[in-house]
Nanobody
Framework: QMLLVESGGGLVQAGGSLTLSCLAT????????MAWFRHTPGKEREIVAA????????YYADFVQGRFTIYRDNAKSTVDLQMINLGPEDTAIYTC???????????????WGQGIQVTVSS
């Protein structure tokens, strides 16, 4: 069974940067599509970015607007989300996920981390 653990969250000022990291153990990620989702209380979980294992293609939500980069390192079994120019609207719990289908929908991801808080102050 795959275990996903996120790290790197915290508090940052608007305009700042953070890099979230997701470490997978139990199973290698090289045959999994990986994604980062986020959610805030009262709002639905939304996809932030995804990485396809077949060809390393990536997907980004419209709100990312070139500010985030998803990077997978199959050798290390990690998936990072590099975030720059953060704004208060990016405040959320960010969760790493792995699944067999490359999708923007959470239902297609079968392995989930616990999530990590990112807070952006104005």
């Amino acid at each position: 069974q795959m275990l996903l653990v996120e790290s790197g969250g915290g508090l940052v000022q608007a305009g700042g940067s953070l890099t979230l990291s997701c470490l997978a153990t139990g199973r290698a990620i090289n045959h999994y599509n990986m994604a980062w989702f986020r959610h805030t209380p009262g709002k639905e979980r939304e996809i932030v970015a995804a990485s396809r294992y077949v060809d390393a293609a990536t997907y980004y939500a419209d709100f990312v607007q070139g500010r985030f980069t998803i990077y997978r390192d199959n050798a290390k079994s990690t998936v990072d989300l590099q975030m720059i120019n953060l704004g208060p609207e990016d405040t959320a719990i960010y969760t790493c996920a792995a699944g067999g289908q490359f999708s923007t929908k959470a239902v297609y991801y079968t392995n989930w981390g616990q999530g990590i808080q990112v807070t952006v102050s104005s």
